[in-house]
Structure formats: C-alpha cells, structure tokens
C-alpha cells in the first residue's frame, strides 16, 4: 500500500503556505520552482484558496506535510495499487 496527500479540507486554507515550506524544506530547494504543493487564489472567489497537489508529493514524508498545516486541510491516507 501507499500514502498519499489528499486535500480534505479545501475551504478551510488560509494561504499561510506552509504546506508548501514544508515541501520545499523537504526536497532542500529555495522558492516555489519545481513545489509538490501550490496554494492559488481562487479567482472567483478572492478570500478563497486552491490546494493543488502533485503525485509526486508521495516522495516526501506526508506526515510531516499534514502536520505543518494549521487548519487541517490535508490527511494522509493509504490506497492499494490494486
């Protein structure tokens, strides 16, 4: 089985990023070139936020990405390769 990042609770994202310094920590490189995790503002809706999530993400150590977000927008889950 994998873990894999998903976003459960997209409309609670405050655009803090740290999702993203996370990521970015993990994978020892500077600046939003080449993230895992891209936080956009929706742009119908300008208080709002969209959580985009590359597969890639499944490199990194999930836990430690869910744990860095202060409103609980990720959970890591396991799904089979079935």
Known sequence: M???LKV???GKCVGCEMCVLESQQ???TAGLEGSYIRILR???DGTKFVVNVDP???ELNIK???KSCPKEVFLEV???GA
């Open 2 to 4: 994998s873990k894999k």
């Open 8 to 10: 459960i609770n997209q």
């Open 26 to 28: 993990q994978l020892k």
């Open 42 to 44: 929706d742009l119908n």
């Open 56 to 58: 890639r993400v499944e």
């Open 64 to 66: 430690r990405v869910v």
């Open 78 to 80: 396991e799904e089979d």
